[in-house]
């Protein structure tokens, strides 16, 4: 008989996913995340989970996905200095570096 999954995976769209994200770390199961929004709005509520209960946060979006297989190369993640992330779209596609400048927050 099964326990449960394995792994949960999340692909909600928004920030309607973050609940869903909580929900499945804080029942144990490691998390599969497609929702870059759950990080967005609610990064250090879903890492101070992750640590708390224990799981794995799996990455499975694109752009996350490629870093974090990059990283698991301990010699490469050592030597690793800076990430740079293009923008494929969302608030801030296409500003300049000058209306970048004190943007901090979505």
Request: hydrophobic share 40%; aromatic share 4%.
């Amino acid at each position: 008989a099964m326990d449960g999954p394995d792994v949960v995976l999340n692909a909600v769209v928004g920030i309607a996913g973050l609940p869903a994200s909580l929900a499945a770390i804080e029942s144990g199961h490691d998390l599969a995340l497609a929702n870059k929004e759950s990080l967005v709005t609610g990064g250090h509520l879903v890492t101070d989970a992750v640590k708390k209960y224990g799981v794995k946060l799996l990455p499975v979006d694109s752009e996350h996905s490629a870093i974090f297989q990059c990283l698991q190369d301990q010699h490469s993640a050592k030597r690793l200095e800076k990430i740079l992330l293009t923008a494929s779209g969302g608030p801030f596609f296409g500003m300049t570096t000058e209306q970048l400048r004190g943007q901090n927050q979505v």
